[in-house]
T-cell receptor, first 112, second 112 residues
Framework: ETGVTQTPRHLVMGMTNKKSLKCEQHLGHNAMYWYKQSAKKPLELMFVYSLEERVENNSVPSRFSPECPNSSHLFLHLHTLQPEDSALYLC???????????FGPGTRLLVL | GESVGLHLPTLSVQEGDNSIINCAYSNSASDYFIWYKQESGKGPQFIIDIRSNMDKRQGQRVTVLLNKTVKHLSLQIAATQPGDSAVYFCADVGGATNKLIFGTGTLLAVQP
């Protein structure tokens, strides 16, 4: 185990639903990340938090809303998603930005 | 622009043979490189890293080689085992952004 947990592991939602993905890291790290992983595409960085402040938002649609209440927890709130948002959503953490990132197992999301 | 890419999308090797997975990067300012392994249904797992002041680093059954002249990185796995079957990603960090840039990955298939 990497010390980064994600729940749920699998999620099926309709386009009108609202759901949240949760990530927790037990490593004492100060930076946390959300990535989207689609088939045959490189990992896409979505959001970066450093010391609980959002430091990067890579042109992600507003239907994805991150929240970082403390340095150990990161959420991704989802609403009115599209079928093309179906993917594996990975959370990662690192001691500081630019250092090795440790990933959680991901949430496999299917939008119907 | 910044990019990290892999030469071979799929590599098939016999159990017991050595494997070599290659990666090219384009950012001459990159100073930190990481290899990740991603098994089916799991998040990427850190394997080994190397900084730009080194050209070789060894771990347990794995060796990473860095050639800064041609911006090339490789991962060597000795005595490949079935459990090594996975997708392998390289990533680099450098410049002012401190972002990890991932390639699309190479699928390593180990034949018994």
């Amino acid at each position: 185990e990497t010390g980064v947990t994600q729940t749920p592991r699998h999620l099926v939602m309709g386009m009108t639903n609202k759901k949240s993905l949760k990530c927790e890291q037990h490593l004492g790290h100060n930076a946390m990340y959300w990535y989207k992983q689609s088939a045959k595409k490189p990992l896409e960085l979505m959001f970066v938090y450093s010391l609980e402040e959002r430091v990067e938002n890579n042109s992600v649609p507003s239907r994805f809303s991150p929240e970082c209440p403390n340095s150990s927890h990161l959420f991704l709130h989802l609403h009115t998603l599209q079928p093309e948002d179906s993917a594996l959503y990975l959370c990662a953490s690192s001691q500081v930005q630019g250092e090795t990132q440790y990933f959680g197992p991901g949430t496999r999301l299917l939008v119907l | 622009g910044e990019s990290v890419g892999l030469h071979l999308p799929t590599l098939s090797v016999q159990e017991g043979d050595n494997s070599i997975i290659n990666c090219a990067y384009s950012n001459s300012a990159s100073d930190y490189f990481i290899w990740y392994k991603q098994e089916s249904g799991k998040g990427p797992q850190f394997i080994i890293d190397i900084r730009s002041n080194m050209d070789k680093r060894q771990g347990q059954r794995v060796t990473v080689l860095l050639n800064k002249t041609v911006k090339h990185l490789s991962l060597q796995i000795a005595a490949t085992q079935p459990g090594d079957s996975a997708v392998y990603f390289c990533a680099d960090v450098g410049g002012a952004t401190n972002k990890l840039i991932f390639g699309t990955g190479t699928l390593l298939a180990v034949q018994p």
